[in-house]
């Protein structure tokens, strides 16, 4: 029976013969992880309408699931024979051994009311299998086109099947707060919505004139936290601050440079407009961010500090009272004490600090991982520095990019002659190039990077992330070999995601 499983595994036994399911599916579970049996019953009934019967330890069961203490977290084995077995440590491990059972059986496990299906043929394997590197993100830019919570909970359930553990949300920016914040209301009665989006590419200078808006609250972001608790991914907020502020300083002025009164921001780009380098500004951005971390208790926090630009700080008296304070030469060092003042509050909170990696640029604390967004030369710099990475280099993992350089691809970002194929997001290397191997334990592993300049709706959020994602599933995971061998295994794959309703890009002839 042919065996196409994405990520690979890193140890895959396929013998001959199958065993077969029927309904009612017997499982035996221990008590304390019933839950994550739960949610494959209720992928089970959602695809064919069959019912879980949980059995006692000792009854005859297809499917039994066993606590075990010598796998690392998130390893699992899964056997079947006459019946199935999945050992794991963690429930997170148990999970993708499920997860792996679901892609071993037919496609309708993946479908939504299958109801014909009354048996099921399961390949007899030996699997043994683990992530090679802990962090296996998706980043989702919820500002420059706001997407609800179904949305989101589907993405959820899409890194789920490709056993990707991180989703990093991107709260705010120019164009758009996304998170109420009860003690600084009009950063959303007012940053949430703006009045008009440019049509086709930002540089056509066009504009649509449609108003855009839309945000979280504390209820929504539970939902999300509890969707994502039962997928095994951990939700990571960002809170990108002093630059990308504009709709920030929309709504509160005071936190601006100028007296000038200002919109959320209607194009793309960067804005020159970010906040001032006053107590007041700071304890802003430390009030804001402590409230949003308190909202995601287990999670590390995103501090942003991408992209900010110093012209209205160079031309300001009160900044350069600061730096006079701060004995600053450069005008860039006072973003440092943002990322410094957020750190310290974070970290005081039991929280892990994430930023973008200009913030090596002026002066960042220990302990700080460090997001390598605009080449792996800035994660090896980070590594040398003693500081663990993420790696999200623009170059292979921003899925804004064009999937090809065919005429008729959709407007993207990035204009020709940069695309992304998924065959290029194949050959990305974790490790970046030229990091001796005594700092390769910094690099954490990888996350691709949704920005939505160019993506306004689900079908086309699932057409630049399919099949980037699945290719980036099997590098992250650690099992990636060469595009060629990958491209079967893609293929058969791209059925489950047409059950599941995925609109990715179809794949173009092989070469
Ligand atoms: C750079 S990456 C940005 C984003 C844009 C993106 C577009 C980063 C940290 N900042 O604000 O959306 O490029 O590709």
């Not at 396929?14 to 739960?38: E, I, N």
């Not at 440590?89 to 051994?97: M, R």
């Not at 929504?220 to 936290?225: C, E, F, L, Q, V």
Request: contains cysteine; hydrophobic residues 45%; charged residues 20%.
């Amino acid at each position: 029976m042919d065996v196409n499983l994405v990520p690979q595994p890193h140890n895959l036994e396929v013998r001959s013969g199958t065993v077969t399911w029927r309904s009612p599916l017997r499982v035996s579970v221990d008590d304390d992880w019933r839950w994550v049996a739960d949610v494959f019953a209720d992928d089970l009934a959602r695809a064919l309408g069959w019912p879980v019967a949980f059995v006692a330890a000792n009854d005859p069961a297809d499917l039994l699931l066993r606590h075990v203490s010598n796998c690392d977290d998130e390893a699992y084995r899964l056997t079947i024979d006459e019946r199935a077995t999945i050992e794991a440590s963690t429930p997170a491990g148990l999970s993708y051994g499920l997860s792996v059972l679901r892609q071993l059986g037919p496609t309708s496990l993946f479908a939504s009311g299958a109801f014909s299906v009354e048996s099921i043929e399961m390949p007899r394997v030996i699997i043994e299998d683990g992530p090679r590197y802990a962090w296996r993100g998706v980043h989702l830019d919820l500002s420059r086109h706001f997407f609800d919570v179904a949305t989101v909970c589907r993405l959820i359930d899409q890194m789920a099947v490709h056993r990707l553990n991180h989703l990093h949300l991107h709260l705010n920016d120019d164009q758009g707060w996304r998170i109420e914040i009860p003690s600084w209301p009009l950063l959303t009665r007012v940053g949430a919505h703006r009045g008009s989006s440019p049509i086709g590419h930002e540089d056509d200078g066009l504009d649509d004139n449609i108003a855009h808006g839309g945000f979280f609250n504390a209820g929504d972001i539970a939902t999300i936290r509890k969707h994502a608790h039962r997928r095994f991914v951990r939700v990571v907020p960002e809170i990108d601050l002093p630059g990308h502020a504009q709709a920030v300083v929309a709504a509160y002025p005071s936190l601006g440079n100028t007296s000038e009164p200002l919109e959320v921001w209607t194009r793309w780009g960067v804005s020159e407009h970010v906040l001032n380098v006053g107590e007041e500004a700071l304890r802003f951005a430390g009030d804001v961010v402590r409230y949003v971390a308190s909202l995601f208790p287990e999670s590390p926090v995103h501090i942003g500090g991408d992209e900010c630009p110093t012209t209205e700080w160079s031309e300001s008296e009160a900044a350069r009272a600061v730096m006079a304070e701060h004995g600053f030469d450069d005008v860039a060092q006072l973003q440092g004490l943002f990322t410094t003042r957020l750190t310290e509050l974070l970290l005081a909170d039991g929280h892990e600090v994430i930023a973008w990696d200009e913030v090596m640029d002026s002066g960042v604390a220990d302990g700080v991982v460090i997001a390598a967004w605009r080449s792996s030369s800035k994660a090896v710099q980070a590594a040398q520095s003693g500081l663990d990475v993420i790696m999200a280099p623009m170059q292979f993992l921003y899925f804004d990019w064009l999937n090809s350089d065919v005429a008729d691809e959709p407007v993207a970002l990035a204009p020709l002659p940069y695309f992304t194929p998924w065959e290029k997001v194949y050959r990305f290397s974790v490790i970046p190039p030229g990091l001796e191997s005594s700092l390769h334990h910094h690099v954490r592993g990888a996350q691709v990077q949704l920005w939505t300049e160019y993506i306004a709706t689900r079908d086309h959020l699932d057409y630049m992330a399919f099949p980037r994602i699945v290719a980036f599933s099997e590098v992250v995971w650690g099992t990636a070999t060469s595009a060629e061998q990958f491209r079967p295994r893609l293929v058969a794959h791209l059925d489950r995601l047409e059950v599941m309703g995925v609109r990715y890009r179809p794949l173009d002839e092989a070469l």
